[in-house]
């Protein structure tokens, strides 16, 4: 088969159509789900904070739009590595879905509730550059994990009304969904981190949060717990936890989810027997399975 050179589109380009003895075809369709990679985006300018973000493309529908899910990777409060589940996150925007890992203001150099301001705000960023980024802004999420479950959660439940939030343009940061995946999400629960021997105390991750010793200011500290806000407006939550977390007491998503309940809101809570404090067990096909089901009753599907 010979063709000329020529402004070919893929819709005009012939197909090759010669038989090759013994090659083996697969029909593609189109509709195949590539992920595409932008590194290391400015979301704030004034605090040189950074979004990685995974977007899906089809060539069969290239200007196609999708919800999107803003991860806060967990860290402690400390510094993150946002590279770490990579693997993970691409694994979920193949489901179809924009998801961008959010770096947020670490304890080291601010205190609470600067993740949770960061955090809303990169969902600003986000809806502002919808187009750029082929997501659709009236179809957002919030997600984390361990000290990212916290921000995500906290700023998930108080998106609405306005606390613990310094705009950085005028779009929303409001979500139609929250996954909190065994946060750190009460930091005045008595030894709730239990191979935090300093736990509370001004040099532990919970005090570094906060920049105080939380034993000596528990009603202060509770600002950062995210039952306190149980009675706002938010959309659906879900919670999982591993039953053998060794750094985030499973209590404390307990807790949550019978706060939540009690306060007669959407929430549901996964419970992963001999789980440990994240790994393999939270990024299973059934688990991603579970989050894609959420996000989707979330949106009405």
Known sequence: MIIEPSNYTYETIPDYEDAVDGAVEIPVTGEEIEIRYAHEVVYDEAHNLHLEIFTPFQMAHPERTWPCITFIQGSAWMKQYVYQKVGMIARLAQRGYVVAIVEYRHSGIAHFPAQIIDAKNAVRFLRAHAEE????????????????????????????????????????????????????????????????????????????????????????????????????????????????????????????????????KDVQLYLLRGADHGGAAFWTEEMITVYDNFFKKCLGE
């Open 133 to 264: 980024y082929k997501l659709n802004p009236s179809q957002m999420f919030l997600m984390g994990d361990s000290s990212g479950g916290q921000v995500s959660s906290v700023a998930g439940m108080t998106a609405k009304s306005g606390k613990l939030d310094e705009p950085i343009n005028r779009e929303s940061c409001e979500v139609c969904g929250i996954i909190d995946l065994y946060g750190a999400v009460d930091v005045t629960l008595p030894y709730g981190y239990p191979t935090t021997l300093n736990h509370q105390k001004p040099d532990s991750p919970e005090g570094m949060l906060m920049g105080y010793d939380i034993t000596e200011h528990l009603e202060e500290a509770k600002a950062a717990c995210s039952k306190t806000y149980v009675n706002e407006d938010f959309p659906p939550m879900l919670i999982a936890h591993g039953t053998k977390d060794t750094m985030v007491f499973c209590q404390q998503s307990v807790d949550l989810y019978h706060a939540l309940k009690d306060a007669g």
